[in-house]
Structures are given as structure tokens and as C-alpha cells.
């Protein structure tokens, strides 16, 4: 069994088009009512990312049956005021290997999933990311990598990095970093 088995789906994204991913209708922010509802309580901190590794991931197959390089983002994240009925993430990259990138401009990756946690008690978020590669990123090349993602409040955190490597055409790992 593998850790997206485990953790969350693992989530195949196309890239260079939409993310193929199931988008999740966000639900309804319970509103404070005048029975001293909790929820004002259970909001308004953001996700803090404690660690994100990038691992080359072989071939994954989309819904046509075509097979594509891949890696998997390992991500925890804690969110101690237990809103993550669901969480968004953003991906960014590049190759100019400082161990940062740029994340002001638009995600290159982004999308939703559902998570199975407990309203209002503090949560630690194990997430697993996957994306393939239609030549960006490009096969055998190393990159740095940024993640975020949000609560469902869409407080966001600050992004973590990583760097990885797509694996090769023929899903062979890559060359290590030179
Ligand atoms: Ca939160
Ligand atoms: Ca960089």
C-alpha cells in the first residue's frame, strides 16, 4: 500500500491544460448563529507546512491510457484551528537551482481534495501530490520546487521548497543533481 493510499489520493495533473482532478464544491462556511456558535473559533489560522520532499514517481497512466513521467510531493502540514475539510494547493517552478522560486506570479499547478479531519481540533495534514510531465517540468531535469496550500477558509501558508526531478521518458529515475 502506498502512502497515498494512506494519506489522500493521489492526484494525477495534466499539465499544460487544466488539472485533471475532480473540482470538490467547497462546502458551506457554517455562520455564527445567536446560539454562541464555534465556528468564528475554528478559523483564521493559516496551515503551516513542516515538510515537503519531491520524488521521482516512474510512469503514471491518465484516463486515456497514455503514460507520462511523474513525481509524488510528500507534504505534511499542521493547522491548529482544524478547518481542512478540504485543502488547496499551489505549485510553483524552476530550474535556476537556488532552493527558492518565485511565487508571486500565477500557480503552475493548483487544485483541491478532500480531507478527512476533525472540525476545530488541531490537525497535521499528510498530503501526497502527484503530477506528470508532458515536457514541463521536463524529463532528467532538476528544479526547485514550491508548495502551498490553504485551509477552507482559503487562508493560505507560507510556501515550503523542495527540489526533485522528473524521471526520464522511460520513467527511469533521473540523474542525480549535479
Ligand atoms: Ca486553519
Ligand atoms: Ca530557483
Known amino acids: 500500500m502506498t502512502l497515498s493510499r494512506l494519506f489522500s489520493p493521489a492526484l494525477a495533473l495534466a499539465l499544460g491544460c487544466q488539472p485533471d482532478v475532480d473540482e470538490i464544491e467547497p462546502p458551506p462556511i457554517p455562520k455564527g448563529g445567536d446560539t454562541g456558535d464555534t465556528a468564528v473559533d475554528c478559523s483564521g489560522v493559516a496551515p503551516v507546512i513542516t515538510s515537503l520532499t519531491a520524488s521521482p514517481d516512474g510512469l503514471h497512466e491518465d484516463e486515456q491510457g497514455q503514460t507520462f513521467p511523474a513525481m509524488v510531493f510528500t507534504l505534511e502540514a499542521d493547522d491548529v484551528d482544524g478547518d481542512l475539510s478540504f485543502v488547496s494547493y499551489r505549485m510553483w517552478w524552476d530550474d535556476d537551482l537556488d532552493g527558492a522560486t518565485d511565487t508571486t506570479g500565477s500557480a503552475l499547478v493548483q487544485g483541491q481534495t478532500a480531507i478527512s479531519s476533525t472540525r476545530c481540533a488541531s490537525f497535521t495534514l499528510g498530503l501526497n501530490l502527484s503530477i506528470s510531465s508532458q515536457g514541463n517540468p521536463a524529463y532528467n531535469t532538476w ?32 540523474d542525480p543533481m549535479k
Not at 148 to 170: H, I, K, L, R, T
Open 143 to 174: 528544479y526547485d520546487f514550491a508548495v502551498s496550500v490553504a485551509d477552507e477558509a482559503g487562508m493560505w501558508s507560507e510556501p515550503a521548497f523542495c527540489q526533485g526531478a522528473m524521471p526520464n521518458e522511460d520513467g527511469s529515475d533521473p
